[in-house]
T-cell receptor, first 114, second 116 residues
Framework: GAGVSQTPSNKVTEKGKYVELRCDPI?????LYWYRQSLGQGPEFLIY????????DSGLPNDRFFAVRPEGSVSTLKIQRTERGDSAVYLC????????????FGPGTRLLVL | AQKVTQAQTEISVVEKEDVTLDCVYE???????LFWYKQPPSGELVFLIR??????QNEISGRYSWNFQKSTSSFNFTITASQVVDSAVYFC?????????????FGQGTRLTINP
């Protein structure tokens, strides 16, 4: 079956602009996660959804970052007033449920803020 | 607090050599899960193994093996008879079962280069 997909694969934007990153999880997976990976680092947790609700958003760095999952499937990560420091690869993962099930990752969106 | 340390930033070996990637973790929970992921140059994280804290049996899958030792809080990964296709960045990760968050905490990764 299809894995986790993310669009776009690359996004270049200017400082101050608004961006949306999309994640399509594996069909039937109720849990969805966003991570951010800076160059040379391991991924860092941003937010976790169980169904439609954000069960844990403790990793979002500030209020410029927001994510939604209105129908419990596709999720969108939204970044307002982008800053150069937001440049990173944004990874999405999904799992069958939230009970420490294995998380399967998408290919990521590489965001570059100029 | 959770923490994962991969002290080896980069390892380079010649093909067919055995190589071990170290992972040390910190957690206050008695129930937790450990993972290894592979990130090839394409960038996608590929799941390799998941192990819960109550199962200390070593695991072997083909040329890959994992050694879990709670006494030293380590979960090391060995590749036997390495191949060029094993070249990638490898991440060890921890998830605490008692937290509602389900998040993975990753180490910094070890970049493994297998030279022909």
């Amino acid at each position: 079956g299809a894995g986790v997909s993310q669009t776009p694969s690359n996004k270049v934007t200017e400082k101050g602009k608004y961006v949306e990153l999309r994640c399509d999880p594996i069909s039937g997976h109720t849990a969805l996660y966003w991570y951010r990976q800076s160059l040379g680092q391991g991924p860092e947790f941003l937010i976790y959804f169980q169904g439609t609700g954000a069960a844990d958003d403790s990793g979002l760095p500030n209020d410029r970052f927001f994510a939604v999952r209105p129908e419990g499937s596709v999720s969108t990560l939204k970044i307002q007033r982008t800053e150069r420091g937001d440049s990173a690869v944004y990874l999405c993962a999904s799992s069958r449920s939230g009970n420490q099930e294995t998380q399967y990752f998408g290919p990521g969106t590489r965001l570059l803020v100029l | 607090a959770q923490k994962v340390t991969q002290a080896q930033t980069e390892i380079s070996v010649v093909e067919k050599e055995d190589v071990t990637l170290d992972c040390v973790y910190e957690t206050r929970d008695t129930t937790y899960y450990l993972f290894w992921y592979k990130q090839p140059p394409s960038g996608e994280l590929v799941f390799l193994i998941r192990r819960n804290s109550f199962d200390e049996q070593n695991e072997i899958s083909g040329r890959y093996s994992w050694n879990f030792q709670k006494s030293t809080s380590s979960f090391n990964f060995t590749i036997t008879a390495s191949q060029v296709v094993d070249s990638a960045v490898y991440f060890c990760a921890l998830s605490e079962a008692n937290q509602g968050a389900q998040k993975l905490v990753f180490g910094q990764g070890t970049r493994l280069t297998i030279n022909p």
